[in-house]
């Protein structure tokens, strides 16, 4: 599935025109409920956190969700992911285990690094998922080697490198862009624009707030899409990876997101009003998206309450565990420094 | 009065090179700008060109003649009006030096700042090493290489045996090597595999990351350390930590190289030691030799070695020659310090060039009567603290030698350690000798005070004999 290189204009960032591809009803359905259980563990982690189970920084996805699943959806087995510290979304979609993800966030034996990584350093080699990297900009980098390493073995496989509006600021991303252009590497830059770099708004921090056009010096084919909307996400990736998977390099995608909370639990993001948060969660919500098409489409209540009814289920079951397991052995303390 | 053209250096650290050909012959009028000569050290080829305008009276040193010492008049012009019956007056006062430039195509533009060139030529080795290395097996043949051979050999050796080994970083391909360390590397392995980058460290480093992540075994040259500084968040924060941080799951198998510390007249910013910096990051391995064959070896362990692996070189050692095992697979271990010499009265403790000083210390201190026990760390961490203590059991002396600055350094650390496991053996404090805490001058006499001397070293170990 060869995307014919005039499709895509070098030039400038490209909004996606029209309406996305309708989704089947399986993927409606797929999508929906990936996209509800990183909203209900996000929303349970934010719980946790309150009730000081969950210590340090942590960052969530709650409003964000189309993204990362509408890119999965376009990925195969054997693709690489790596994003920033605001994970815990990634992490789901990419098939890690809530129990596993809970616990760590907790901090305990279970986590997926046995508790000495935290909400910010989370691996799964299984399910190639690469971190969860606490320092803004560094996964850009790290990103554009994974898809190295695949140019080097001459596999076809392609990395996701997700960062956000403000990491798209950091010196080490051009650098990485131009290497990846460069040597025509396999990576998709996902740019998850949520409008706010911590507290500063796109329109205070950057000169360009068109993030498909970052690309331009270096003639990286870049494109603006409607990060609320899974279906868009998901056809944007299709059109990326099959760039990459083509041996044409590097792809961004800018993802026009929101995030609903702080950039981390202990921000009360006084710099915005309520009524803008209301305003996106009204009007663009990404998984009441998905429910009203659904619903359009006759599929019953019931059958959309027993997808919520599952995900809460496996969410509460990961609190529980997370509350359960126990901490590291004190011997952790010495382990994994070397191997 | 005929002017005197003398040996250019072509380098920092040249101190002598080979006269190629002579492109003009005695009698031709020579123009400011003119092609005179070609030189050649043992990792370039420069032209000479004449400043000055006249005819080249007489060549003093014919083409064809290696190791001629930098500043050695090479030819001689005379001057409008001027003949050759004066050719036998004195050396014209104050000759102005000829400018150089590069022959090679090869070359490509780097930021300035950064010295593309750099021949240290072949000078003898270190000194004489009083115990055979443990590693190597009596009677086996040993080669002689400079240290920058050593290492290429390394890479090459270790290319060869692993298909997921690849060099990168700048000028490390078609240019061979801003020091030439990685010469004929891409005519062996190709483009895949030995790989330039752009002047982009900080993501060039985590590009070698990334892919080390995903289990390739990348060695990342630095053309110095130096600019390691723009990548140090990749080293330390990606590379170091994310063992521990994933819980294990997820390595680092990396190579972090190129040269440290001081060269010559490069001033403050080119010319720091990080010795101290990486050596106090856990997660980490950091490695500082000064001999070919440790070089050699410790390169090839650092490249197998499944951890990231900071591995400091010393521009000004490059051009040095020593005995190298002629062993299918010689690999040090990394963490063991070497005893270079033995001795009951004083323990010196240095590595990398801080064992020039130590070494000649030695030598002097033994004419005094001094018998110094000399100790090549060659890794910084993790650090051989037993051979350490061991030996000032014995001394009950000790004096630590390092470039590096004083405050919280290597040798700060290495006298810490022997005060909490020998407190009680020791005769005296313990003292270091350090490059001093300014940073590094240009002018030649400020740079000679700035790092640490063989009388510094000297003084320093018979301060802690009492003599």
């Known amino acids: 599935m060869a995307v014919p290189k005039k499709s895509v204009d070098k030039e400038s960032g490209q909004k996606a025109s029209g309406s996305p591809p309708e989704f089947t009803k399986a993927q409606e359905l797929a999508a929906l409920r990936d996209m509800l259980l990183i909203r209900r563990f996000e929303e349970k982690a934010g719980q946790l956190y309150g009730m000081g189970a969950i210590g340090g920084f942590c960052h969530l996805y709650i409003g964000q969700e189309a993204v990362v699943v509408g890119m999965q959806m376009a990925l195969k087995k054997g693709d690489q992911v790596i994003t920033g510290y605001r994970d815990h979304g990634h992490m789901l979609a990419c098939g890690m285990e809530a129990n596993g993800v809970m616990a760590e966030l907790t901090g305990r034996r279970g986590g997926y690094s046995k508790g000495k990584g935290g909400s910010m350093h989370m691996f799964s080699m299984e399910k190639n998922f690469y971190g969860g990297h606490g320092i803004v900009g560094a996964q850009v980098s790290l990103g554009t080697g994974l898809a190295f390493a695949n140019r080097y073995r001459g596999n076809d496989f392609v990395s996701v490198a997700y960062f956000g509006d403000g990491a798209s600021n950091q010196g080490q991303v051009y650098e990485s862009f131009n290497m990846a252009e460069l040597w025509k590497l396999p990576v998709i830059y996902v740019i998850e624009n949520n409008r706010y770099a911590m507290g500063t708004s796109v329109t205070r921090s950057s000169a360009q707030t068109d993030f498909s056009k970052r690309g331009i010096s270096f003639n990286i084919p870049g494109k603006q899409i409607d990060g609320m909307d899974v279906r868009a996400v998901k056809a944007a990736g299709d059109e990326a990876v099959a760039w990459c998977r083509g041996g044409n390099g590097p792809f961004i995608l800018e993802m026009q997101t929101y995030r609903y909370r702080g950039h981390s639990m202990s921000d009360p993001a006084k710099y915005r009003t309520r009524e803008e948060v209301e305003k996106i969660r009204t009007d663009q919500d990404p998984i009441e998206q998905v429910r009203n098409r659904l619903l359009a489409a006759k599929v019953s209540e019931q059958e959309l309450k027993a997808i919520d009814a599952e995900v809460r289920e496996i969410v509460n079951a990961s609190a529980d565990f997370a509350q359960r397991d126990p901490e590291p052995d004190p011997f952790e303390l010495w382990t994994d420094v070397y191997r | ?467």
Request: with cysteine; hydrophobic share 40%.
């Open chain 2, 1 to 467: 009065m005929p002017i005197q053209v003398l040996m250019p250096a072509l380098s920092p650290t040249m101190e002598k090179g080979n006269l190629a050909k002579w492109l003009k012959k005695e009698g031709e009028t020579i123009k400011s700008g003119d092609v005179i000569a070609e030189i050649e050290t043992d990792k370039a080829t420069m032209e000479v060109e004449a400043t000055d305008e006249g005819t080249l009276g007489r060549i003093l040193i014919p083409e064809g003649t290696a190791d001629v010492a930098v500043n050695t008049p090479i030819a001689t012009i005379l001057a409008d009006g001027e003949s050759a019956a004066d050719l036998g007056k004195a050396p014209a006062a104050a000759p102005s030096p000829s400018v150089q430039k590069e022959v090679e195509e090869s070359r490509s533009p780097v930021g300035e700042g950064k010295p593309m060139i750099s021949a240290p030529p072949t000078r003898p080795g270190p000194a004489p090493v009083a115990e055979p290395d443990p590693e190597v097996p009596a009677g086996t043949e040993m080669i002689t290489q400079t240290i920058r051979e050593a290492l290429r050999d390394a890479m090459a050796e270790e290319m060869r045996r692993d298909g997921d080994v690849f060099v990168m970083g700048e000028e490390v391909a078609e240019y061979q090597g801003a020091y030439k360390v990685t010469q004929g590397l891409l005519q062996e392995f190709g483009a895949r595999r030995v790989i330039d980058t752009p002047i982009t460290e900080h993501g060039f480093a985590g590009v070698g990351v990334g892919a080390a992540m995903s289990g390739l075994k990348p060695i990342v040259e630095f053309m110095t350390f130096n600019f390691a500084m723009q990548a140090i968040d990749q080293i330390i924060n990606s590379a170091a930590k994310t063992l521990y941080m994933s819980g294990g799951q997820m390595g680092c198998s990396i190579v972090f190289r190129g040269p440290n510390g001081a060269a010559a007249r490069v001033a403050a910013q080119h010319s720091q030691d990080y010795s101290a910096w990486y050596s106090q990051i856990p997660g980490l391995k950091v490695i500082a030799p000064f001999s070919a064959a440790d070089y050699k070896g410790l390169l090839k362990a650092a490249i197998r070695d499944p951890n990231p692996v900071i591995f400091l070189e010393n521009e000004v050692l490059y051009g040095h020659t020593g005995e190298v095992p002629k062993l299918d697979d010689y690999v040090i271990p990394i963490g063991k310090a070497r005893i270079v010499r033995t001795g009951k009265d004083v323990t010196l403790i240095s590595w990398s060039n801080g064992m020039t000083y130590a070494l000649k210390a030695a030598d002097e201190l033994a004419k005094e009567g001094i018998e110094a026990e000399v100790i090549d760390l060659r890794t910084l961490r993790p650090m051989d603290t037993e051979t350490i203590i061991a030996s000032v059991k014995k001394t009950g002396r000790a004096v630590t030698v390092e470039e590096g600055w004083q405050q919280s350094g290597v040798g700060a650390e290495i006298a810490a350690r022997i005060m909490e496991h020998a407190f009680d053996y020791l005769d005296a404090p313990v003292a270091r000798v350090s490059g001093k805490d300014v940073p590094m001058p240009y002018a030649a006499n400020l740079e000679k005070l700035a790092l640490p001397t063989v009388a510094e070293v000297v003084a320093a170990a018979k301060a802690v004999s009492y003599r």
